[in-house]
């Protein structure tokens, strides 16, 4: 029965039969149990004999919550470093070229991946949840709570070995550094640990589990386009799973392009689309409130500014996700079709075009809330003049990328993004430290304006008239770089 059992499996997933057979050796599931096994009787002991002043609910109540906080630290980054470290080992023996070589589809491939490699956390897991549900009834911890605990923690498990498996991918074809393995697995393995699993235990605390604590001490509310996820535990774990689903959703769309495609860009054209909807729709939702219109000038300009810098953030993303290679460009170039859907929804296009239209996603959502919530008000046209100039200076940025990565140069990456953080924190920061500002120097608002910082007091109808000099200074550099950029496309037509 066992025999016909792991044969079905073998037929269904052989990948998944494949990393279990070569991580399930005895003495590495003895070790994981044995592991597993010490740390909780060094948890009860510490509980039972350090903390007598406890009562024995009290006691169970704190066993409890120490594995309730352990277990994500220890599934996300343990098992996310086991998932980089594999992809990243198998590119670079050349064995997943092999695996991509298989009649199976990918999804199937990628699934025995996430199943099968992080088998020992999750056996190391599964040793612990007995204590975890025995100590849970101890201190008569909701059964709702308990059932929405492993619910979200698997689902988060999902999203997290997803990005794991992205990162392996990405990291496995990346140029060789000192030792791309290690640098990948140990970099996803500190995101986990100081970003992944706080941000678990955090957002569902403070939103679907609020519901379930005795205490209000430390109640808050939160809101999603006026909706309060926090009054009700429906809403609340209906809203969250569904971003877990639709994200993790988003980043297989991504894995099984690259998997299949290790060569294309991160995004295409079509997934840089949705993915710019979602997280601008997402983000925009969350400044939406009860309070929306009446926060005081300085509260409200945080947010603001909370805003456009996660905007600018996620704009730099989908722009580096989306540039093509030279290589791509002289495909492009030699073999299909030049109008605007091309450039629009070819992977092999050119990228700032497609930028743009990101950015018009972008503003189609930012634009509206700034005006109703009162910010511009006062001076709408120096809100425009600061949205213009700032969409000038992204496409510069989207520009000045491509040609970079149109040139015959190693790492363009590398040369990009050094590129830019100097164009964008070097002059400032000098002209900031020689305190040669607007509020100082009217005219120095053109320069803080061309690097990409058009935002002053525009009360100031001086400071004003400056950014508009700036903005022409914007325009001048932006239609050299263009008439560069076509200047490569044509040598790479005629090459």
């Not at 023996?93 to 695996?99: A, Q, S, V």
């Not at 640098?183 to 995101?191: E, Y």
């Not at 993790?248 to 997934?271: C, E, G, H, N």
Request: hydrophobic content about 50%.
């Amino acid at each position: 029965m066992q025999t016909t059992w792991f044969d079905h499996l073998n037929s269904w997933n052989p990948q998944l039969v494949r990393e279990w057979r070569g991580r399930l050796k005895t003495r590495n599931v003895v070790a994981a149990i044995a592991l597993s096994v010490i740390a909780q009787m060094l948890l009860c002991l510490v509980q039972f004999q350090g903390l007598s002043f406890q009562t024995p609910q009290e006691q169970w109540f704190s066993i409890w919550q120490t594995l309730t906080s352990c277990f994500p630290y220890v599934l996300f980054s343990l098992g996310g470093y086991y998932i980089v470290s594999d992809i990243t080992q198998e590119e670079k023996r050349g064995t997943l070229n092999f695996i991509r070589l298989s009649p199976r589809p990918g999804w199937q491939i990628l699934l025995g991946k996430m199943l099968g490699v992080p088998i020992l956390p999750y056996i190391t897991i599964a040793s612990a949840v007995p204590l975890h549900v025995l100590s849970a009834v101890q201190a008569d911890v909701s059964l709702g709570l308990i059932v929405s605990y492993y619910i979200l923690l698997f689902g988060s498990c999902l999203f997290c070995y997803s990005l794991a498996l992205l990162s392996g991918l990405v990291g496995g074809g990346a140029p060789k550094l000192l030792n791309r393995q290690a640098t990948a697995s140990v970099s996803f393995g500190i995101l986990a640990f100081f970003i992944l699993s706080p941000s678990f235990l955090g957002w569902n605390w403070l939103v679907p589990w609020q519901s379930f604590r005795e205490s209000n001490e430390w109640a808050t509310t939160v809101h999603w386009s006026f909706i309060s996820l926090t009054g009700n535990p429906l809403i609340a774990h209906g809203f969250t799973i569904a971003n877990l689903a639709i994200a993790t959703a988003l980043l297989w769309r991504v894995l099984l392009r690259r998997f299949r495609q290790p060569r294309s860009t991160l995004l295409s054209k079509r997934q840089s689309y949705g993915f710019v909807a979602y997280i601008e729709i997402l983000i925009i939702g969350f400044a939406l409130n009860p309070s929306f219109g009446d926060l005081e000038s300085g509260a409200m300009a945080a947010s603001a500014f909370g805003l456009y810098a996660s905007s600018i953030l996620l704009i730099s993303v989908v722009m580096f996700s989306t540039v093509p290679s030279r290589q791509a460009l002289l495909d492009w170039s030699r073999y299909q079709s030049r109008d605007l859907q091309s450039w629009l929804w070819s992977d092999k296009s050119p990228m700032p075009l497609a930028l743009g239209l990101n950015l018009l996603l972008i503003y189609g959502l930012l634009i509206p809330w700034t005006f109703a919530s009162s910010l511009a008000i006062q001076y709408p046209l120096g809100t425009l003049v600061s949205f213009l100039s700032i969409a000038m200076t992204v496409i510069m940025a989207g520009v000045l990328t491509q040609i970079i990565f149109a040139m015959r140069i190693r790492n363009p990456t590398t040369w990009a993004v050094g590129i830019l953080l100097i164009w964008f924190t070097v002059p400032p920061a000098v002209m900031g430290l020689l305190g040669l500002i607007p509020e100082n120097i009217g005219m120095m608002a053109t320069f803080w304006t061309l690097f990409g910082y058009p935002v002053w007091h525009f009360e100031n109808p001086l400071a004003l008239s400056f950014t508009f000099i700036g903005m022409v200074f914007q325009g001048i550099v932006l239609i050299l770089l263009v008439w560069q950029f076509s200047s490569i496309l044509r040598r790479l037509h005629q090459s």
